[in-house]
Antibody, heavy 121, light 106 residues
Framework: EVQLVESGGVLVQPGRSLRLSCAVSGFTLDDYAMHWVRQAPGKGLEWVSG????????GYADSVKGRFTISRDNAKNSLYLQMNSLRAEDTALYYC??????????????WGKGTTVTVSS | EIVLTQSPATLSLSPGERATLSCRASQSVSNNLAWYQQKPGQAPRLLIYDASSRATGAPARFSGSGSGTDFTLTISGLEPEDFAVYYC????????FGQGTRLEIK
């Protein structure tokens, strides 16, 4: 069964850092690009970042550029999101998602259940 | 940034009826558009990509059409499990989603 399991979401103070992880199973991570998408409480969806199969192509939303870093370890079947200088507006449920292609098509056909990040003092 | 505007915000229909959801882009996205379904407490699910290609596992009653700036998701013969929020998404950087259409039972 194809599965994405996010972890690392917690309550954190503004300005602090956090690292999210996504454990992948049921498919070969090398074969697909991956993304992070977030959803603030009661709001819509926002694409955060994406990474191609060998990390050769990486993209970020303007709202997180310079603060967040996406990475992947195909050998460990894992995707990561390093989040620095966190702000209240980063509060959201963060989804790990699988692209339908090895490069970034930005179409996402598998989603995890999400991990909640709350930024508050 | 390309803005996607979905209409209506809420659509009230009965099971068995046909649903027509609209997504309009602020500039042409060619056919680079997807539709997702999200049920309460669940992650979104890809239904349609490239405007009209049905994703693996998406029921045949879901169909997409359109190109350029105007797109439609049609659900022919609503099933009880179809009542949810639907989002459109375009894939020109920066990637953006519409604000969603809530499909509710009348």
């Amino acid at each position: 069964e194809v599965q994405l399991v996010e972890s690392g979401g917690v309550l954190v103070q503004p300005g602090r850092s956090l690292r999210l992880s996504c454990a992948v199973s049921g498919f070969t991570l090398d074969d697909y690009a991956m993304h992070w998408v977030r959803q603030a409480p009661g709001k819509g969806l926002e694409w955060v970042s994406g990474i191609s199969w060998k990390s050769g192509s990486i993209g970020y939303a303007d709202s997180v550029k310079g603060r967040f870093t996406i990475s992947r370890d195909n050998a460990k079947n894992s995707l990561y999101l390093q989040m620095n200088s966190l702000r209240a507006e980063d509060t959201a449920l963060y989804y790990c998602t699988k692209d339908i292609l090895i490069t970034m098509s930005y179409y996402m056909d598998v989603w995890g259940k999400g991990t909640t990040v709350t930024v508050s003092s | 940034e390309i803005v996607l505007t979905q209409s209506p915000a809420t659509l009230s229909l009965s099971p068995g009826e046909r649903a027509t959801l609209s997504c309009r882009a602020s500039q042409s996205v060619s056919n680079n558009l997807a539709w997702y379904q999200q049920k309460p407490g669940q992650a979104p699910r890809l239904l349609i990509y490239d405007a009209s290609s049905r994703a693996t596992g998406a029921p045949a009653r879901f169909s997409g059409s359109g190109s350029g700036t105007d797109f439609t998701l049609t659900i022919s013969g609503l099933e009880p499990e179809d009542f949810a929020v639907y989002y459109c998404q375009q894939r020109s950087n920066p990637i953006t989603f519409g604000q969603g259409t809530r499909l509710e039972i009348k």
